[in-house]
């Protein structure tokens, strides 16, 4: 009879400990949404705030309305929708030159032995190590020249801003996805041989699909960084019609006295539209590139 009471007292316990912990884990978890959420829905009553003023902003602002969305969607002065392709587009491509680019040199590098390779891979990593901000005047007087002879990628122009952020990504891209290529057997690579099949066949029907989830991580971080770029949007883009999106964003606030904190709320929450549909769409591939990276051998 004692031994039967005591092991429902060890149960009780354990039941007890178990609900304890829930508690916990709800309760860490509901002020982690909070910390989360709490930014956006902030940013998005300043979006509803008519006055834009920051320092007198409060959580549901009074005389709330959509004035500010339709101030900026209808003011020719300040194209946002224009803007808004203009990051689209160029992000877009540049992931997608990235992706290939960097899938192609890193499996060279993998696969392959050939004279400078080891000297061409500490060179990359060397250059990487230096921050971006001291290559800007040099980035500028390079594309500068380039759109002496070529001017789609020249200054004022969507080429040279692809131009410089892909010279930009390539460098850690392809030290990640190199060490990614290593993790995978040569084996195959052979097996693909035996059957027939050339480098470009086994690179593109074997190898590829295995590394799919890591080049969508590449890709989507690419398109992230690029999307949000100020910097070096606002050294080489002069023009409005060619701004993009961050840097149309940066007028609405870089003025002592002319700065619309609503209108800047209002488009910095149209503008996460792209990066949240495409987290949306590739979100399986994201959780498994990242995984698969992080436990690779």
Same mark, same amino acid.
């Given at each position: 009879?004692?031994?039967l009471?005591?092991?429902r007292?060890?149960?009780?316990?354990?039941?007890?400990?178990?609900?304890?912990?829930?508690?916990?884990?709800?309760?860490?978890?509901?002020?982690?949404?909070i910390y989360a %959420? $709490?930014p956006? @829905?902030?940013?998005?009553?300043?979006?509803l705030d &008519?006055?834009g003023?920051l320092?007198?902003?409060? *959580? =549901?602002?009074?005389?709330?309305?959509f004035?500010?969305y339709?101030?900026?969607?209808?003011?020719?002065?300040?194209p946002?929708?224009?803007?808004?392709?203009?990051?689209?587009?160029?992000?877009?491509?540049?992931s997608?030159?990235?992706?290939?680019?960097?899938?192609?040199?890193?499996?060279?590098?993998?696969r392959?032995?050939f004279?400078?390779?080891?000297?061409?891979?500490?060179?990359?990593?060397?250059?990487q190590?230096?921050?971006?901000?001291?290559?800007?005047?040099? %980035? $500028?007087?390079? @594309?500068q020249?380039?759109?002496?002879?070529?001017? &789609?990628?020249?200054?004022?122009s969507?080429?040279g *801003? =692809?131009?410089?952020?892909?010279?930009?990504?390539?460098g850690?891209?392809?030290?990640?996805m190199?060490?990614?290529?290593?993790?995978?057997?040569?084996?195959?690579?052979?097996?693909a041989?035996?059957?027939?099949?050339s480098?470009?066949?086994?690179f593109?029907?074997?190898?590829l699909?295995?590394?799919r989830?890591?080049?969508?991580?590449i890709?989507i971080?690419?398109?992230?960084g690029t999307?949000?770029?100020?910097i070096l949007?606002?050294?080489?883009?002069k023009?409005?019609?060619?701004?993009t999106?961050?840097?149309?964003l940066?007028m609405?606030?870089?003025?002592?006295?002319?700065?619309?904190?609503? *209108?800047?709320?209002?488009?910095a929450?149209m503008g996460?539209?792209?990066?949240?549909?495409?987290?949306y769409?590739?979100?399986?591939?994201?959780?498994?590139?990242?995984t698969k990276?992080?436990?690779?051998?």
């Open positions: 009879m004692s031994s009471i005591w092991v007292g060890v149960m009780a316990s354990r039941t007890r400990q178990r609900k304890v912990k829930l508690f916990f884990c709800i309760v860490i978890g509901i002020l982690a949404m %959420l $709490f956006v @829905v902030w940013i998005f009553s300043a979006s &008519p006055l003023a320092a007198t902003q409060r *959580l =549901i602002p009074r005389n709330a309305s004035k500010n339709v101030d900026l969607l209808s003011d020719p002065n300040n946002f929708l224009r803007w808004m392709w203009n990051s689209t587009k160029i992000s877009t491509v540049s997608a030159l990235a992706v290939f680019i960097t899938a192609l040199g890193a499996y060279a590098f993998s392959f032995r004279r400078g390779r080891r000297s061409l891979l500490v060179t990359i990593l060397l250059v190590v230096f921050p971006n901000m001291l290559a800007i005047v040099a %980035l $500028f007087l390079i @594309v020249q380039i759109g002496n002879y070529i001017p &789609p990628m020249g200054l004022n969507h080429g *801003l =692809i131009l410089v952020y892909l010279g930009g990504v390539l850690g891209n392809v030290w990640l190199k060490g990614f290529f290593d993790s995978i057997p040569r084996d195959l690579d052979e097996s041989m035996i059957d027939g099949a480098h470009w066949q086994a593109r029907w074997v190898i699909p295995l590394v989830p890591m080049l969508v991580v890709g971080l690419t398109f992230m999307y949000g770029d100020v949007a606002r050294v080489l883009i023009s409005a019609e060619q701004y999106l961050a840097m149309g940066w609405f606030i870089e003025g002592w006295y002319t700065v619309k904190w609503g *209108l800047f709320a209002a488009g929450l996460a539209t792209p990066i949240v549909v495409v987290f769409l590739v979100q399986d591939l994201i959780v498994s590139g990242l990276g992080a436990v690779k051998g």
